[in-house]
């Protein structure tokens, strides 16, 4: 079975540049998640899609921050413009929904971005 | 969100057992028990879960104070490539929260 995938796995820009990541959960995963990794921290949520529609982007600083999913399966994440402090790790995860509250998340290896 | 308490490193010899430590004094009865573990330039992957009882798979134990309180992640024989950051999460079960990721265990694994 492939993992979660995401591209690019590197990406260096100027603040106030745009930037797109993305990515592509396992086959047949119902729920997709965005998170950000600050360096030394743990991963924070930024978004969770179910199929194409969001249920939760509390955390998602929706000011320079944006995140798609149109047709429920790959999903967009996009910062415009970008700040320094958006230095980060962006991971993205997947879950099946197979009814069962404590499943697994499976993540992708990340993309590395840094704002210059 | 129910908060735990990990050591922020902890260092043990290759092929001996690791155990790691988890606090968990605000746990809820509904709460369960995940870790996972983050290698380097990796995202994070799934170890092991629990809610009441002890846990194993093939990866590790899960043992569990019988108040629920505290939680050990038990690496039976520790190899270089368990060098990880390890995270200890609480989720509730009835309503699905997600996962909150505090800062993690670094375990380093000398040779």
């Known amino acids: 079975e492939a993992g979660v995938a995401q591209s690019p796995r590197y990406k260096i820009i100027e603040k106030r540049q745009s930037v797109a990541f993305w990515c592509n959960p396992i086959?047949?995963?119902?729920?997709l998640y965005w998170y950000q990794q600050i360096l030394g921290q743990g991963p924070k949520l930024l978004i969770q899609?179910?199929?194409?529609?969001?249920?939760?982007d509390s955390q998602l600083p929706k000011d320079r921050f944006s995140a798609e999913r149109l047709k429920g399966v790959d999903s967009t994440l996009k910062i415009q413009p970008a700040k320094l402090e958006d230095s980060a790790v962006y991971l993205c995860?997947?879950?099946?929904?197979?009814?069962?509250?404590?499943?697994?998340?499976?993540f992708g290896p990340g993309t590395r971005l840094l704002v210059l | 969100d129910a908060k735990t308490t990990q050591p922020n490193s902890m260092e043990s010899n290759e092929e001996e057992p690791v155990h790691l430590p988890c606090n968990h004094s605000?746990?809820?009865?509904?709460?369960?028990i995940h870790w996972y573990r983050q290698l380097p330039s990796q995202g994070p992957e799934y170890v092991i879960h629990?809610?009441?009882s002890n846990v194993n798979n093939r990866m590790a134990s899960l043992a569990i104070a019988e108040d629920r309180k505290s939680s050990t992640l038990i690496l039976h024989r520790a190899t270089l490539r368990d060098a990880a950051v390890y995270y200890c999460?609480?989720?509730?079960?009835?309503?699905?929260?997600?996962?909150?990721f505090g800062p993690g265990t670094r375990l380093s694994v000398l040779p």
């Open positions: 629990g809610l009441t």
């Open positions: 999460i609480l989720r509730d079960g009835n309503y699905g929260q997600n996962f909150v």
């Open positions: 899609f179910q199929n194409n529609g969001v249920v939760d």
């Open positions: 605000t746990i809820s009865g509904t709460d369960y």
């Open positions: 995860a997947s879950r099946p929904n197979l009814g069962g509250l404590q499943e697994t998340q499976y």
């Open positions: 086959s047949g995963h119902a729920t």
